[in-house]
């Protein structure tokens, strides 16, 4: 167990960061799964943008990498441009 004050906060604050981060990333998962699922090209495009806006926000706080944040956004962008 931890000696110090310091390591006991720094303890929790990786907790409750683990937490958020753990929403975030679940969060993202399920709307691109949605996306995904999505049959309807209209809808898929209006959600298009707000999951890559998502992927960018995941990107930013170091939750997952930039580039596999590309990757998927080029993917949901190619799947949405397939849809007929």
């Known amino acids: 167990m931890a000696n110090h004050k310091s390591a006991l906060k720094r303890i929790r604050q990786n907790e409750v960061r683990k937490v ?32 890559i806006s998502l992927l960018d926000k995941l990107a930013k706080k170091n939750i997952i990498h930039k580039n596999k944040a590309a990757n998927l956004k080029s993917k949901l962008t190619k799947h949405v441009n397939k849809l007929a």
Request: hydrophobic share 35%; aromatic share 6%.
């Open 20 to 51: 958020r981060n753990r929403y975030y990333h679940k969060t993202a998962r399920t709307a691109m799964k949605v996306l995904r699922n999505e049959e309807d090209k209209a809808a898929a495009a209006e959600q298009l943008p707000k999951v």
